[in-house]
């Protein structure tokens, strides 16, 4: 990891921009090529320089390539070391935010991973690109100066994404669509906000505000703790993390793969279900038996708007309106923070942030 500092200004405030890749880093062997590229080959700094984005007005930026990747590859110990990094930084009282490059492919896994293990005061902003910055048009450069622009609003605070002008937040957003460079949608609870010229206009309270909880309805099938969390997350190795799988409720569905999984010593399933979290009688049978194997299971709904609404007559929990990737997350996290993990997958993690910059985290 290669870390330096940018001063454009003589600013009291930082700003810290961490590379992992993707799209927006990628270059094409031919200007124009928009599909035929290699994700993560430009460095982090570079694309800062060529977006014009040192001039980060009132704020020092400090960059840290912490990976080059396509995200379609993302990681668990990637997400450890990201969990790592951010915690570092958000512990200092100079660092006013966080900006993250990465990947549209998995993005909304990570910035929902992100949300969950740290529910920042501050914001860190993921942004991404659909083009490569060898396109003719590149859209890189705008997103990731708007995605300065929000970092550097007052009051900002979650984890959120900006992408075409449009601001989301971490639990809504959703890549759906793979060619257009407007590829994510907030769904029915809608954009946190846009950027128009360089400015944040909000839609809907910052995540993680008292207004924002009021809208959420309930935590879910589950109870995390953010600070237990975060120390699991990052003491844990990755091997030992619980395992769990999606599996697709779908016409002609069968047990099969459920039962393979569970003699794999799955911990935890997904069901992507249809319409209001139904699912095909003989998976049913199936995930049932893994309930009864010790299994936690949950049922998401594969449609892309709406959430499954509990009935009398359920026999799985439900995911409290996330999607079945996020509830995926949710339920691994929930599981490590109960302790469950991977017999034999060891238990060195990271080595700790000290206790009193976690502190000084959370009393912000
Ligand atoms: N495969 C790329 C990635 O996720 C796609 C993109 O960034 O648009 O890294």
């Known amino acids: ?18 590379g992992t890749g993707g799209t927006i880093s990628g270059r094409a062997s031919q200007q124009g090529d928009n599909i035929g590229y290699t994700a ?61 490059t990465h990947g549209t492919d998995t993005l909304e896994e990570t910035a929902f991973f992100l949300h969950t293990v740290l529910q920042p005061r501050k914001p860190v902003v993921l942004t991404c690109a659909m083009r490569p910055s060898s396109a003719l048009v590149p859209d890189g450069p705008q997103n990731l100066l708007d995605a300065m622009a929000v970092a550097g609003t007052a009051g900002a605070q979650g984890v959120l994404v900006v992408c075409a002008g449009k601001v989301h937040a971490a639990r809504d957003v959703q890549k759906v669509h793979s060619y257009q460079l407007d590829a994510f949608s907030s769904g029915i609870p809608g954009l946190l906000g846009v950027v128009e010229e360089g400015r944040l206009r909000r839609l809907r309270p910052w995540p993680g505000s008292a207004e924002d909880r009021a809208l959420q309805n309930g935590a879910g099938p589950w109870d995390l703790t953010q600070e237990a969390l975060l120390c699991r997350v990052l003491h844990t190795a990755v091997a030992a993390w619980p395992r769990v799988e999606v599996v697709l409720s779908h016409a002609g569905a069968s047990g099969l793969l459920v039962d393979a999984l569970v003699a794999q010593g799955v911990q935890g399933l997904v069901v992507s279900a249809t319409g209001n979290g139904t699912v095909h009688s003989e998976l049913q049978v199936a995930l049932l038996r893994a309930t009864a194997a010790g299994v936690r299971v949950l049922r998401a709904t594969r449609c892309t708007f709406g ?43 990271l080595s700790a942030p000290d206790s009193s910059s976690m502190a000084s985290r959370r009393s912000e």
């Open 1 to 18: 990891m290669n870390t330096s500092s940018l001063t454009p200004t003589a600013a009291s405030r930082r700003i810290v921009v961490l």
């Open 40 to 100: 993560g080959e430009v460095g982090v700094a570079q694309l800062l320089e060529s977006a014009g984005a040192l001039q980060a007005g009132a704020h020092t930026l400090v960059v840290e390539q912490v990976a080059q990747i396509d995200s379609k590859d993302m990681s668990l110990a990637l997400w450890q070391q990201l969990a790592a990094r951010c915690t570092h930084w958000l512990a200092q009282d100079d660092v006013a935010a966080i900006v993250i």
């Open 307 to 349: 959430q499954v609404l509990p009935t009398a007559v359920d026999t799985l929990p439900d995911s409290a309106g996330l999607q079945p990737l996020k509830a995926r997350i949710a339920l691994m996290l929930a599981l490590l923070q109960e302790g469950v993990s991977v017999p034999g997958g060891g238990v060195g993690g």
